[in-house]
């Protein structure tokens, strides 16, 4: 939500560890919740800190989703993807139906805390256009 990545042609990609799977995917639910909810404290607790530097504070963090990225904000439905390893930063894939209806796919960033938790880093927003009639 929240920073750019950019991957070079030579970028190493691959599938991240089955085992954070599951706990990186509750932990996005859990801030999709939270946004839901428009629950600034439930959301901004998933945040990684510097994230949270750049930011400022809770409430700055949801406004900034609520303008910014409506889509994971309100979104009608969301389907996880891959989990996926570039250079070493992990980020999970997700299709997501916006309140609109529009189709997105967000790329959600992820940092491991010496704590060995994770915490979203950032996200960045696809629209995926609709093939046009007769394409």
């Given at each position: 939500?929240?920073t750019l990545l950019l991957a070079p ?44 530097r750049q930011v400022g504070s809770a ?77």
């Amino acid at each position: 939500m929240w920073t750019l990545l950019l991957a070079p042609a030579y970028a190493q990609v691959a599938e991240a560890p089955s085992a954070d799977s599951a706990v990186i995917e509750q932990l996005i639910r859990d801030q999709l919740a939270a946004f839901e909810r428009d629950d600034a404290q439930g959301a901004w607790k998933h945040v990684a800190p510097g994230l949270k530097r750049q930011v400022g504070s809770a409430d700055a963090f949801l406004e900034m989703v609520r303008q910014g990225y409506r889509p994971v904000y309100r979104p009608k439905s969301v389907t996880f993807r891959q989990l996926t390893v570039f250079d070493g930063e992990t980020a999970q894939w997700l299709d997501v139906t916006g309140p609109d209806g529009a189709e997105y796919r967000a790329l959600y960033l992820l940092e491991k805390q010496a704590d060995g938790t994770w915490r979203t880093s950032g996200c960045l927003l696809f629209r995926v256009t609709p093939p046009r009639p007769g394409a």
